[in-house]
C-alpha cells in the first residue's frame, strides 16, 4: 500500500525535488559566467582554493555551486580539443546541460538520480566526484565492467586533470601496488566485484597494513546501479581455496539411483500424458473422464514441469484451462490430502517456482528397496531421551550410542541433501540452457546475458550434482576463506548515490535496503519515442515469424533495428531464422565488453540489424547514422517480457535518446516462460483462449497492463527471496564487522601486544570461573589441579597448586596472573629481535582469527543448510539461524582466544611459517563473483619481510581442540526451564543444563 501511494504521489515530488534545484542551478551558471573570463591557470587554481576552505571548516553544500561550475567550465576549455579514450582519438564537444547540473546535486545528496539513457550520465558524475575529492578522500565511481571503467576514467580523466585532480581505474588482473596507487588518487573508477574483493582481501586476508589497498569507504557513485544492487546482488563475493579436508562425496555414490529414477519417472509422466491425451481427444468425452484427464495432466507437471508433451498439450487454450483450473483447484486447502495421494504416485515432485525437488514414498522405496528409512531424518530429541533412559548402559556406551545416532543424523541429512540437488540437477537444469561442457568441466551460462560464467560455481552442492550427472570429474569442495555480499559492501559507505536509466520499478527495494531514495531528472530534450502495444502470439513459432517479418520490413525502409532477447538461446533462434529470410545482422555475442560497445554503436546506422540478449551492451550509447532520423530512428524490437518491468524498460531506453524519434514493440507467445508461469487463469488468459488461432496475432492495450500486473508480481517475489538472503546475510556481516574491526586493529597496531593480552584476560576469567573462584566461592583440589595444569602448559609462570588453593578473590588472582605472564612475557621480549616482535603479535592475532575465521564461514553455510532442512518443522527457519549463529560465534571467539594463549610462548620471530601459510593461500585461493574471472590472487599474498628468521621451530598448531561442534550443534536444544531430557524430573537448568 505505501509503495502504491509512494508511486502515486512520486511524479510531483520529483517535480518538487527538480523545483528546489533551479536556483542552484542558477547560481552554478553565474558563477560559470565569471569563470569565463580566468585564464586557465585561474581556474586550476580554484581547486587549491576550494580545499583550503574545506580544510578551514566550509561544507561541501557551501562549496557545491562553485565547484560543479569549475567542472562545467573546464569542460567547456575542453571543447574541439582532441582527446584520447581507449586508444581511440576523439574530440571532446561536451558542455554539462542543467539536467545534468540537477543530477549532479542529485547525485552528491546521496541519491539515485533515473536519467534516461543517452542522457550523458558519465559526464554528470563528475560533477559530484570532484567537489567530493575535494575532501582530500577517495571519491569513487563503479560501473558494470572492466572496459567501461577504463573508458569513463581515460575519457572524464582529461577534465579531472584539467582541473588538477588526479584520476585511476582498477582493472582485473591488477598488481597489488598499482591497485594502491589507483585508490590514492582523488578520484577512482572501478567494477563492484573488483571493489569488494580488494575489501575483502584488505580485511580478511592482508597480513601487513602495508598490503591493503584501498584508502576509505567515503563516496560512491553507482552506475547503472539497478543492475548492480539488484541483479547482481544474488551472487556473493567470495574468495576461496581449497577445503583442508576432503570430505567423501554423495553425489558419486546416489547417482546411479537418481539416474534410474528419473527415467522411471519420465516412463510414467508419457504414459500419464499419452492416456490424457486419448481421453481428451475422444470424442464424446464425459466430463468425469476429463477430469481424469485433468488430474494427470496436474500429474505431470508436479512431475515433470518442462516436459516438452506437456507444453505442448498446454498449447490447446481449452486444456490449458482446464489444466490451471485444476492446479488452482488441488493447491486449495481443502484438497490437501488428494494433493498429496497424488505425489505419491509420483517418484519425486518438482517444484519449478521455487527450485525444489521431493522424494515421495514410492521414489524412496524404490531407491532402497531394503531401507525405506535412508532419507529419513532421524528424531534425534527421542534417540537422545530413550538413550538416556536405558538402565542397561554405562555413561560411556550412552555417550558413544548418542555419537553414534549424531553421525547418522548427519549423514542422512548430507543424503538428503544431495539427493535434491541430483534431483534438481536432472530435472531443471538442461545442458546447454543453463550449463555448458567445457573441456570436462561444467561452465554455468548466465541466464541474462548468454555469457558462460568460467570459474562461477553453484553453490550448495548443485554444482557438484550437475558435475555428477555429466559424469565428469566432481570438483572437490572449496574453502571459504572471506565473503561479503555486493548489497553489504555498497552499505559500508559514508555516502552512496547511484545512477540509471530503470530504477522507479525498484524504488521500494532501494529505499529499504539502502536508504536512497530515486529522483527522476527530466531528460534534456523531450522524448518522442512511440511505445507501441505488443502483439502476443499462440507459438514462439509465430512470434519469430513475426519478428523476422517485421525486421525484414523495416530493413527495406533502411531503418536500423534492434532486437532484444532473453537468452543466448533466442538470439541463435533469431539468429538463424533472420538468415534464411536473407536479413544481413550481427549477433551480439557478448564475450568481450570493448568489442560488445563497438557492436551496439554501430547499432543505429542505416539499415543495419542487431541481435542482442536484454542486458548486453549496456552503457554503451547508440548514436543514430546518417538519414536515420528521417526513417524514423532506431526501432527496438523486444521477443519476450522479461521477468521484471525494468530490463524491459531498459531495452526500450535503448531508442530516442536526447530527442531522437524512435519506437519500440514486444512480440509475445503464449510459450513464453513468463505468460506460461503467470498468466494461468486470469483475464488475459480469457481473452486469449477465446479467439487464437495459430498464426493469429493479438493486439490490445488491456494485455499490456495484464502483463505488467504478471511482472510485478515476480519483481515482488524476487524481492522477497533477496529481501530475505539479506536477512541471513546480516547475521554473518556484524560477526564480519567484529571480527574484521579486532583484525583491522592487529595489522594497524605497531604492537599488537594489547588485543593479546586483552585475550588472555578473558580466557583466564572465564577458567577461573569455572574453576569455581569468585563470590559464591567453590574451588575444589581436583578444578584447582586442573587449572594450574592448564596454566602451566601455556604460560611460563610456574603456577602452583598450593598457592591457588586458598584464594577465593577472583579478580585479585586474575590480576595476579595476568602480571606474571606480562613479566614471562617481558623476559621473552628481551631475547626476540625487537623489530620483528610487532610482526609475530600480528601474526599470532590474525592467525587464530583466520583460521577460525574461515572455519566458521564453512559452519555458517552449512548451518544454512541444516536450517533449511530444519524449516520442514514449525519454527520460523530465521531466528534459529540467529540463534544457532550467535553460539557458532561464542565458540569461535572461545577458538580464538585460546588460540592466541597457546601461540604467545610457542612462535618465535620466525619467518619461514609466515612465507608458508601465505605462499599456500597464494597458490590456491580463486575469486568468485558477478562479474569476475577467477584470477590469481594478487593483493594481500606478499609475504611480510617483517619477521627476521632466527631459525626458532615454527608457531605449533593449537593443539588443544574444543569437543567438534557438529556435535554440539545439532543435539536437539532444550529449553533451560523444560525437563532435563536425562529424565531425572529435574528443571535442565538444575540439572544437566547447569552452567
Ligand atoms: P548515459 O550513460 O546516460 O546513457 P552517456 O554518458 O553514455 O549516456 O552519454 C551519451 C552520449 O551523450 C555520449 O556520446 C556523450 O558524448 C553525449 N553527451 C553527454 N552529455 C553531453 C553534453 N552535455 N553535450 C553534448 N553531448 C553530450
Ligand atoms: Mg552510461
Redesign the pocket.
Known sequence: MLSFLFQKFSGRHHRKYVEKCRPIVARINEFELQYQQFTDDQLRAKTDEFRDRIAKGETLDAILPEAFAAVKNAARRLCGRKVVVCDHELTW?????DV?LIGGITLHEGRIAE?????????VATLPLYLNALTGKNAQLVTVNDYLARRDSEWMGHLYNFLGITVGCIQQQMHSEVRREMYGRGITYGTASEFGFDYLRDNGMATRKEDQVQRDHFFCIV?EIDSILVDEARTPLIISGPAPIEREQPFTRLKPGVASLVSDQLRLINRLVKEATDLLEKPAVTAEERQTAAMKMLQVKLGMPKNKLLLRLQENPEWRKLLDKTDVEMHSDFNKDELYKFKEELFFTIDEKNHQADLSEKGRTTLRPTDPDAFVLPDLATIFTDIEKDAVMTPEQKDQAKREAQSRYEVVSEDIHALSQLLRAYSLYERDVEYVVQDGKVVIVDENTGRIMSGRRWSDGLHQAVEAKENVNIERETRTYATVTIQNYFRMYEKLAGMT?TAETEATEFHEIYHLSVTQIPTNQPCIRIDQNDSIFKTRRDKYNAVVKQVQEAQLRGQPVLVGTVTVEQSEVLSRMLKRAGVIHTVLNAKFHQQEAEIVTRAGHRGSVTIATNMAGR???I?LGEGVRELGGLFVVGTERHESRRIDRQLRGRCS??GDPGKTKFFLSLEDDLMRLFLQGNLASRIMEGAMVEGEELEHSLLNRSIESAQKKVEQQNFAIRKRLLQYDDVLNKQREVIYGIRNGALHDDRPKGVIFEMIEEELASRLEAAGYGEKGGTSLARVESLVGWLNSHFPISAKVDELANRRDLEALLKELVERIKQAYALKESVEDPAALGGLERYIVINAIDHHWQEHLTEMEELRRSIGLRSYGQKDPLSEYKGEAFRFFEELMNNVRLQICTSLFRSATNRDAFENLFAILSRSASLQGPTAAPTALTAATQVSSEPASTGAPAPAEPEVKLPTITIRRETPKVGRNDPCPCGSGKKFKNCHGAA
Do not use: C, I, S, W
Open positions: 564537444d561536451m558542455v554539462h546541460f545534468q536519467m534516461a539513457t543517452g542522457e550523458g550520465k558519465t559526464l552506475d536509466g552503457g554503451t550509447d548514436k535518446r536526447q
